[in-house]
């Protein structure tokens, strides 16, 4: 009994310390998109009024909207770190998921949003009569492009060393914003050339990647909040693990199940069943242990044992 206490005192500490590392991580990834997107922002807003660009105000409005994104990762993960209590047995991890849906959301009222103006601004306006972008708006393009793709690698990277869906939705908002800019570039350049039409057909672009990344958020999301079923690889490499431990006769069930960025697994394994109790429990004991070490992302797995008499066969 003794043993068993430390042991789960050892667990509660080495997640105490994965918890705080998650957050840490997450709290300064988030900070740096909020100071980078304030600042990217700000600049192409600038550069799309003084340069007469409508493609390069509506793409200043999605990095815009990435730092109210930023802010909605930061509180998510904030909540979704919180230990276990009574009335949350199982943690706080889907509101990680929360926060994703949120995200999508905005993201796909800012797309829309941009849509309706590019649309109204192709069929109510002559196109010679719109306004030739300068020269500004053709480098605050080149230079969102570079310092979003920075950004997403960065966030992603380290989004997918701490597993975090809220933070990886935040990494694709800023490859969906670096795909816009190349959007918006293509219609200032175009507009440049003597096609002024193609800056309004570029905020349409960036309308299409924004509703696309918003879609792939939001599916992602709910796939987690509904108990959605690890791939098959995973589950393979668990039935794997369990096997080879000693006593364990048979595999008899194995259910997998996403909660936010952890995993919660069933299991039913095979065992003498002229062993004694102590020992079956023992064999059980050791699957449990070997698999939330050798898989991090296991919060918690439930194994029961199930008779199997050795004389018969």
């Excluded at 080495?14 to 100071?35: C, G, H, L, M, P």
């Excluded at 440049?192 to 672009?205: E, H, K, T, V, Y």
């Excluded at 199930?306 to 004389?311: C, E, L």
Aim: hydrophobic share 45%; glycine share 6%; with cysteine.
């Amino acid at each position: 009994m003794k043993n068993q206490s430390t042991n789960q005192n050892t667990k509660n500490e080495q997640s105490v310390i994965k918890t705080t590392d998650f957050e840490q991580t997450a709290r300064k990834i988030s900070f740096v998109s909020i100071i980078g997107n304030i600042l990217l922002s700000a600049f192409k807003f600038f550069a799309g009024v003084f340069a007469h660009s409508g493609a390069m105000i509506s793409d200043a409005v999605h990095s815009a909207s990435d730092v109210f994104s930023s802010i909605i990762v930061l509180v998510g993960i904030h909540l979704s770190s919180k230990e276990s209590d009574k009335d949350h047995p199982y943690g706080h991890e889907r509101l990680e998921c929360v926060a994703a849906i949120i995200l999508a959301t905005i993201l796909l009222i800012t797309g829309l949003a941009i849509g309706k103006q590019a649309i109204s601004t192709i069929m109510f306006r002559q196109s010679e009569n719109l306004s030739i972008p300068g020269f500004l708006a053709l480098i605050a393009a080149v230079i969102s492009i570079v310092t979003k793709e920075m950004m997403f690698w960065y966030t992603k990277i380290n989004a997918e060393r701490i597993d975090s869906s809220a933070l990886l939705a935040d990494a694709w908002h800023h490859r969906s914003d670096s795909l816009s800019s190349i959007g918006a570039l293509i219609g200032i350049a175009g507009a440049r050339m003597g096609f002024p039409i193609l800056d309004p057909i570029a905020s349409l672009a960036i309308c299409f990647f924004i509703a696309k990344a918003a879609y792939e958020i939001f599916m992602d999301a709910i796939d987690k909040m509904v108990d959605h079923s690890c791939d098959e690889a995973f589950e393979q490499e668990l039935f794997d693990c369990a096997i080879v431990e000693p006593g364990v006769l048979s595999i008899d069930m194995l259910h997998t199940r996403m909660f936010g960025n952890k995993i919660y697994v069933d299991l039913e394994i095979g065992a003498d069943a002229n062993i004694s109790l102590k020992a079956s429990h023992e064999i059980a004991e050791r699957v449990h242990n070997t698999i939330e070490t050798a898989f991090p992302k296991v919060k918690h797995i439930m194994v029961h044992v199930n008779p199997i008499d050795v004389t018969k066969g």
